[in-house]
């Protein structure tokens, strides 16, 4: 069987792609959902159990983690954190936002945790989904908590800005008990995802040009990115679309603040997929290496 799937992907030439795609991942994975659709955007008629089959005998072997998942109602969680792409001196980091029932989710790159990255992450969070979640669930980082149980159990004394910003939007801050990150696993599991589904396979074309993955390029790519793959896979979970669940959570979200709302254009609102503003990308390289990676969707500023 394995040999009959080397030769079918071997005419036309997607065994060697798909092997130069593992390859220069490495020491990542790129999910065969990913290498599929981007083996059918060139011709490939097979099906993606084949290619699967193909792949799995280059994917180093994982032993998953049992993990217990509680849902809630529309409108009633958003799961926040920030999840590290790379570490040093050009440090990138994703603003992650997901909502608890339909596990929709929006993103920002940065390159720092500060407080005024979480709260920007927030507004434009809430601005995306067009609304705004009862309840916010984050860790315990001090830019957002800064002495947990501070006037009562769970009653946290917050930054000052975050404070004001939760009065602002009505919306209540929880903080995870400390060492139990896994009871924010939505917006965990999405990390994952984003990493593998989108970053890997990001990072990989930009080897392929000899470049490497800034916060412009993140940040014009994963608008898209959420809107075409992200909100209309599958989800393990749900095994909905969190495109299709969105469009049932906007209708419980809480309306933003008034002023908010006579800022931002009411164009595509509660438009499902949402998909944030286009994004400026700073001329660092050569303008046909942006067309090519970006598809001319995106100005170059």
Known sequence: MLKEVNNRLNYPPFKPYLLQRIELAKPDWIPATVLFDEVV?????????????FVCQFKPSI???VVVRFETQPGQQMQIDFTSIRRGKKSLKAFVATLGYSRASYVKFFD????ESWQQGLREAFDYFGGVPQEVLCDNAKSLII????????????????????????????????????TKGKVERFNHYLKNSFIVPLNTDLRAHNLELDIEIANAKVGPWLQRVAHQRIH??????????????VKSLLPLPARVCQSI?????LNIPIVPPLESVSLQHSI???EALLGGEHVIA
Do not use: W
Request: with cysteine.
């Open 288 to 290: 046909s290496v942006y």
């Open 236 to 249: 393990g979970t749900t095994l909905e679309k969190p495109a299709d669940r969105l469009a049932k959570e």
């Open 112 to 115: 720092n945790e500060r407080a």
């Open 41 to 53: 955007e060139n011709g490939y008629q097979g099906g993606i159990a084949q290619l699967r089959r």
């Open 265 to 269: 254009p009411q164009t595509n609102t």
């Open 63 to 65: 032993v998953p983690e």
């Open 147 to 182: 002495e947990r149980d501070a006037y009562a159990e769970g009653d946290h004394k917050l930054h000052v800005e975050m404070l004001q910003m939760s009065k602002d939007y009505g919306f209540k801050l929880k903080a995870c008990k400390p060492y139990r990150a896994k």
